[in-house]
């Protein structure tokens, strides 16, 4: 069993659409939680850390579930642009451990 | 200021032969960090350098796979010999800890290197 573990999709959803996804995590030492982005043929950017208490940016809110040792990502009112892969990422030692990712296609 | 440098961009050797890979971290970061993407396996870290000194190489594959950091500017992956299983993207990153940088955790990715290995 691979220790984050995320749905690969694809999800492909409208614009407009308010999508979410789930990433579970089995290391319950884990420490730090993160969300990358990465485009197509492109490296990997953080997109946001997640927070205990959970943590907004615009359209994009993040959650952490300790007791169930998940987090998810909330995307609102999607737009193109929001088309990737997105990679959850858990912390422990300073090492970052990836999921495989989760597509996104934003039709229009 | 200028992101993660890696060279080459792409690279296309015959099986056997050796394949240096190479990276410049962001100006004061003290972390340095070697991943490979294949679509099977995702993204996994093969080793990370502190202040050019490697604290974790358990990722790296096999004695094959070896990783230098003689400075703070410079990084080398070295495959020898190559395999055609080895065909993947390899991407460096750097980070700075402190707190106002996000942690180590806070990674700056360099465009990568695609690797084919014939």
């Known amino acids: 069993r691979k220790e984050v573990e995320q749905d690969p999709g694809p999800f492909n959803v409208p614009e407009g659409a308010t999508v979410a996804f789930n990433c579970t995590y089995s290391?319950?030492?884990?420490?730090?939680f993160f969300w990358y982005r990465q485009d197509c043929r492109k490296e990997p950017k953080l997109l946001m850390s997640v927070y205990s208490s959970g943590n907004e940016d615009g359209r994009f809110t993040a959650q952490l579930n300790r007791a169930s040792q998940y987090i998810s990502l909330l995307i609102r009112d999607s737009k193109l642009s929001d088309s990737a892969t997105y990679l959850c990422?858990?912390?422990?030692?300073?090492?970052?451990?990836f999921g495989q990712g989760t597509t996104l296609q934003v039709k229009p | 200021d200028a992101g993660v440098i890696q060279s080459p961009r792409h690279e296309v050797t015959e099986m056997g032969q050796e394949v240096t890979l190479r990276c410049k971290p962001i100006?004061?970061?003290?972390?340095l960090f070697w991943y490979r993407q294949t679509m099977m396996r995702g993204l996994e870290l093969l080793i990370y350098f502190n202040n050019n000194v490697p604290i974790d190489d358990s990722g790296m594959p096999e004695d094959r796979f070896s990783a230098k950091m003689p400075n703070a500017s410079f990084s080398t992956l070295k495959i020898q010999p190559s395999e055609p299983r080895d065909s993947a993207v390899y991407f460096c990153?750097?980070?700075?800890?402190?707190?106002?940088?996000?942690?180590?955790?806070?990674?700056?990715f360099g465009p990568g290197t695609r690797l084919l290995v014939l």
């Open positions: 290391n319950s030492a884990s420490q730090s």
């Open positions: 100006s004061g970061h003290d972390y």
């Open positions: 990153a750097s980070s700075h800890d402190t707190e106002l940088a996000g942690g180590p955790e806070t990674q700056y």
């Open positions: 990422a858990t912390s422990n030692t300073g090492k970052l451990i």
